[in-house]
């Protein structure tokens, strides 16, 4: 199970819309990764908007139940002379965790980046599986102990 609660996500963000709304603008700016969530037959796939970013400045750390991304996008290198007239492409260190449940494996996550987009798969540990159990009737009983 993947949990979406994160406090101080939540605090930041209401922080981030009092500043837009206070300096005239509107909106504020969207995450800088974006993301998807979902259950698909015995894992959980997670992909996370990059575009931009090289796949040698992502990485992927896990502590307990919590996975952190952590990604680096360099500012646009500019030749000399170029007066940037808009910038809204966001630069510079972004991270993000996921709060794992203890029903997931996170010893077995794969991680896989194409076309600006980080895709990670995290599968249902063995033993949060659904499972048949038996059930035994009296005559069982009696055959076993006799």
Do not use: C, W
């Amino acid at each position: 199970m993947l949990m979406r609660t994160d406090p101080f996500r939540e605090i930041d963000r209401l922080t981030q819309n009092l500043f837009a709304n206070s300096n005239g603008g509107s909106l504020a700016r969207p995450l800088a990764m974006p993301m998807d969530a979902y259950r698909q037959g015995d894992e959980f796939v997670v992909s996370l908007d990059l575009p931009g970013v090289h796949p040698d400045a992502i990485e992927l750390d896990v502590e307990r139940n919590v996975l952190t991304v952590k990604v680096e996008r360099p500012p646009l290198h500019t030749a000399e002379g170029v007066e940037m007239q808009l910038a809204e492409r966001p630069v510079g260190v972004f991270t993000r965790q996921l709060f794992l449940g203890d029903s997931l494996a996170t010893d077995e996550i794969e991680a896989d980046y194409d076309r600006g987009v980080l895709t990670l798969r995290i599968p249902v540990a063995e033993r949060a599986k659904p499972r048949r159990i038996a059930v035994k009737g009296a005559d069982d009983r009696q055959a076993i102990t006799a």
